[in-house]
């Protein structure tokens, strides 16, 4: 029996992954999932895969275009034999400048057409795989000819579950396709996922699994919960592709003031242009009486929620708090 709540990882220290993945696990928890960002979402899920037994594992997410797609598929399929088939393997594209500057991926273009495509190959990569056959595969974005590559061995499962991550309308109409499911951002508000969101997937009649990453912030002292949360969000109102739903709902001055602090270098001026009302338009915020009927009102738009805990701009023993708190307030 699970709680059906998943739990993001923080990446700073393997030791904090140990902790609260073995006591998520403990906990019912649904899943743990790791970003890609700082550290290998590959890495981390081999990791989690040795120190866990039950919990399923995700990536919030892999990013799809950096990779040899042949290199991405076969080691996903590691990563679910290592487990014993608990992977869900989260796909996003990644921002266009991080991929063309920081990943040498020029030619970084039309995401969604492409994730289309990655979707594809990647599915018949795996068939191929299992039939130990050639795979000749050639559209407007890859041209891979895999000869003579047969496995001594076969995958656990025929097909990983591919969840799509995005806040914008091309992916999320995408994620409703022919996606597994759909991974909804942090900044993805409850309004922001019921106008912009679920839609899509009520028009397409989508069976893809809905889940979101959901901000959660849980403290006795209700004030300190609001403000604490503060500097996840202003971190994220700084990022362009996130503007949408902090417009949507009335917020675009102050994510102007939050993103003039940033480039001044200005953290506490960022922090002090989040509002108390943004914290509960965009956060689980308070002690955990409101947290447990606060989650309620989530999963009326999600398959499941995955929680995160507050961590920017806060020290590794108050990220810890706030974790501890996620992991005793929802047990099961």
Not at 194 to 219: D, G, R
Not at 242 to 247: G, L, V
Request: contains cysteine; glycine residues 6%; aromatic residues 12%.
């Amino acid at each position: 029996m699970t709680n059906n709540i998943g739990l993001i990882l923080d990446p700073t220290s393997f030791d904090n992954q140990k902790y609260v993945s073995e006591k998520a696990e403990r906990n019912g928890f649904h899943s743990l999932w790791v970003t890609e960002l700082y550290r290998s979402s590959f890495e981390q899920l081999s990791y989690l895969s040795s120190i866990t037994s039950t919990i399923n594992l995700g990536s919030a997410v892999t990013l799809a275009f950096t990779r040899s797609p042949l290199v991405t598929v076969i080691s996903a399929h590691d990563i679910d034999e290592i487990s014993n088939g608990r992977l869900i393997l989260g796909l996003g594209s990644g921002a266009i400048n991080t991929n063309r500057k920081w990943h040498n991926f020029p030619d970084f273009d039309k995401p969604t057409e492409r994730m289309k495509s990655f979707n594809a190959l990647f599915r018949n990569i795996e068939k191929s795989l299992i039939n130990r056959e050639d795979l000749i595969y050639k559209d407007d974005f890859y041209d891979l000819t895999i000869r003579s590559f047969r496995r001594p061995f076969q995958p656990l499962r025929a097909q990983i579950p591919l969840y799509l991550g995005g806040i914008g309308p091309n992916m999320t109409n995408l994620s409703s396709e022919i996606f597994d499911g759909y991974i909804g951002h942090v900044v993805c508000s409850k309004d922001y996922l019921e106008n912009n969101i679920l839609p899509y997937f009520k028009k397409n009649n989508s069976k893809a699994k809905i889940t979101s990453i959901v901000l959660c912030s849980i403290n006795n002292d209700k004030q300190k919960a609001v403000n604490d949360a503060k500097g996840t969000i202003a971190f994220y109102a700084t990022v362009k592709a996130y503007f949408k739903p902090f417009i949507d709902l009335g917020y675009e001055d102050n994510i102007k003031k939050i993103r003039d602090a940033y480039f001044n270098n200005d953290k506490e001026e960022m922090i002090r242009n989040v509002s108390d009302q943004m914290v509960k338009d965009f956060a689980i915020c308070g002690d955990r009486d409101d947290a447990l009927s606060q989650l309620e009102e989530y999963k009326e738009f999600l398959s499941f929620p995955i929680l995160t805990a507050p961590h920017y701009y806060l020290d590794s023993g108050t990220i810890r708090g706030y974790q501890d708190q996620i992991l005793e307030t929802f047990k099961v």
